[in-house]
């Protein structure tokens, strides 16, 4: 046996077994520990943390968006309502293919080109678990196809909606306006957290400029969904709060009737309360209907709008911008007596043209009557329409004068309406005809705008304002679509206040009277220029025609208009107010292309005057005045809310 060989130490050994059993002991000890602790953190101490965790992997937030308000007529008329209606919504996120899913669809609704580039627009828009409409509108079958089949396409869903629509079509869009889609534009501009769920917004007039106050505020469902994201249960819920009902100063009958009466031609009418401001009528013609925006037109469509010459898209009432022609003189003849250039009982010569003395070109300024009129004062110079008289007027009180004057009337500038669209006309003056066509002030230039022509420009709109104020002696208001606003939930209603505007003071009384006597006589004397449009006619109508050249090359005159180019011929212009001795009505009507004033636009202003005196005065104590329409007083039809969104029962598997 060597003497290096050693000796097994069976001591040593049961000391190192145990050590090691001991360091095994502890690692096992520790691990389970560790595990103990982990395990009390996870259940215990951030417990509510993971719970929320689980808890939102089964919850979804699902946005309601609110009812849009209604809009009534002064009487309590539907203007623009909400209808049920279903589309088809899809949910991207729960999409597995969508080029196949969209594919598949085309075989059971109907789906246009227009609805697949405005859904992937929309779906570049949002995040992908948000629900993006494809389809609104759909019909019952589409909805009967889709439930059948619902199985084959995860992440689709039908949902009931409000649909917006317009019951008097064409009729009231120049006012009312339209909603269509909610664009990137304009979801920067509100808060979006309120329109989440909200796919529509008003574009156009009424819809628009109240767009918040038709929106309301939206509403949420907690609601609990499986693993393919379907919903199960509703676990709360908090109701949308509906836009505010609105009630205009309308009259749909009256604007109906304005719109008859200028159908197959181009031009505009408005028709106002003198004693408010309140905007009666505000049509454009043509016109087309505000449903086909509502979920978004064909390209097809809209190009055959917007390329169609006589621009139906086009408010003519807010927007188009016209020379007055002799529906200026009124105003003219104010400024001429206020400031002293003319007097009331002074008469003057008036034969068939004027020349600006001492005009070395000796230019012969026409009167319309190849005759003249004699020896005339400012209210036959009114009654007759008498250019002459006009000239020499304009030509004494300067264009600064006139300019600082018919200002006071509004023209020329925005009357500050309340609907989105309205366009400035235009008051010229020396500093403005550098700037705009570099280039001096003639004489000349003064005397025609004398007579409502030349640079002039004005609106629709702006004409039966300023008419309004001639019938109210100075006394302006701001026009004004909006009359009384209803909460959706209390039912209150709350009644706007006229808004005055500064009034108009004269040096004399009497001026007012000698220029209205003048447009009376206008429609009740034979030498009037609208007699014959209002011989026998029920009421007493203070009026004043105007016909205004298109062109300065060529002249026309009921001989040769047939042969003048249709966009060549003049345009013919009518403002009003009845009664004239206490006015209830102030209209201004422009017929494009019309001709004379008196043929064109004076039979479309007296069917409208007929209509509004006869369906809304009554007489008392010997005069004519309004029923009472109090909107306090209306009978508004109501909508029950709609405050959740509604699946449609599935017919198939799901």
């Known amino acids: 046996m060597s003497r290096r060989q050693s000796l097994r130490d069976p001591r040593q050994e049961r000391r190192q077994f145990a050590w090691r059993a001991v360091v095994m002991g502890l690692a096992v000890i520790g691990l389970y520990g560790a595990m103990t602790a982990r395990l009390i953190y996870l259940q215990v101490i951030d417990h509510e943390h993971y719970a929320t965790l689980s808890h939102d992997n089964r919850v979804h937030i699902v946005a309601i968006p609110p009812p849009r308000g209604l809009i009534y007529d002064r009487h309590g008329v539907l203007l623009a309502e909400n209808v049920p209606s279903y589309s088809l919504d899809v949910t991207p996120e ?38 993006v409409p494809l389809r609104f509108d759909l019909s019952q079958e589409e909805v009967a196809r889709f439930a059948v089949q619902r199985y084959r396409f995860p992440g689709v869903d039908i949902k009931a909606r409000l649909r917006r629509y317009y019951p008097f079509g064409g009729a009231m869009v120049d006012a009312v306006g339209y909603v269509s889609r909610l664009d990137v534009g304009e979801l920067q501009q509100v808060d979006a957290a309120n329109y989440e769920g909200t796919s529509h917004y008003g574009k156009t007039g009424i819809e628009a400029h109240y767009q918040a106050r038709l929106h309301g ?114 105003f003219m003849a104010l400024a001429g007596l206020n400031d002293g250039v003319v007097t009331v009982d002074e008469r003057i010569y008036c034969g068939p043209y004027w020349q600006i003395p001492g005009d070395p070109a000796q230019r012969k300024y026409r009167d319309w009557n190849r005759y003249g009129h004699g020896m005339t004062d400012v209210s036959k110079a009114i009654t007759q329409s008498v250019d002459v008289y006009f000239y020499r007027l304009a030509f004494g009180l300067g264009i600064d004068r006139m300019h600082d004057f018919l200002s006071r009337f509004g023209l020329g500038r925005e009357t500050g309406i309340d609907t989105s669209g309205e366009m400035g006309g235009l008051l010229p003056t020396p500093a403005w005809k550098r700037r705009a066509k570099n280039t001096v002030w003639y004489p000349g230039n003064t005397v025609v705008a004398g007579i409502g022509q030349g640079f002039v420009l004005t609106t629709p709109l702006q004409l039966a304002d300023a008419t309004a104020a001639l019938a109210m002696h100075g006394e302006r208001f701001r026009p004004r679509l909006l009359r009384a606003v209803r909460d959706p939930v209390t039912r209150d209603i709350q009644t706007r206040l006229p808004e005055a505007e500064s009034p ?130 209306l009978d508004l039809q109501h909508t029950e809310p709609v405050d959740r969104v509604t699946s449609v029962p599935s017919g198939g598997a799901s």
């Open 504 to 633: 108009i003071r004269l040096k004399d009384a009497a001026y007012w009277r000698a220029v209205l006597t003048g447009m009376r006589n206008v429609t009740q004397r034979p030498d009037g220029t609208a007699y014959r449009q209002f011989r026998g006619f029920e009421y007493v109508v203070a009026g004043k025609t105007g016909t205004a050249q298109v062109t300065s090359h060529i002249h026309s005159d009921n001989a040769r208009e047939g042969a003048i180019p249709y966009r060549l011929r003049d345009n013919g212009l009518f403002i009003a107010f009845a009664p004239a001795d206490h006015p209830l009505i102030a209209v201004a009507v422009v017929v494009e292309h019309g001709g004379g004033g008196d043929v064109s636009a004076a039979p479309v202003a007296r069917r409208m005057i007929e209509y509004y005196l006869q369906h809304n005065t009554e007489t008392r104590g010997g005069q004519l005045v309004l029923k009472s329409d109090l909107p306090s007083q």
């Open 217 to 330: 505020r939206v509403g949420y469902d907690q609601v609990e969904v499986n693993a393919k994201g379907r919903q199960i249960r509703v676990l709360s819920h908090q109701p949308p709060i509906p836009g505010d009902d609105l009630i205009l100063s309308l009259d749909a009958g009256l604007q109906s009737v304005a719109e008859q009466a200028l159908a197959g031609r181009e031009g505009a009418a408005v028709a106002i309360d003198p004693r408010n401001g309140d905007v009666l009528a505000l049509v454009s013609a043509p016109s087309y209907d505000p449903n086909w925006f509502v979920d978004g037109i064909s390209r097809k469509r809209y190009e055959s709008l917007r390329n169609n010459p006589w621009r139906p898209l086009f408010n003519r009432a807010l927007a188009g911008q016209y020379p007055p022609g002799s529906t200026i003189k009124p």
């Open 94 to 131: 729960q999409v597995p293919n969508m080029d196949r899913t969209l594919d598949a669809l085309k075989s059971v609704v109907a789906l246009t080109p227009d609805d697949i580039r405005r859904f992937r627009q929309a779906m570049r828009q949002k995040w992908p678990f948000q629900t």
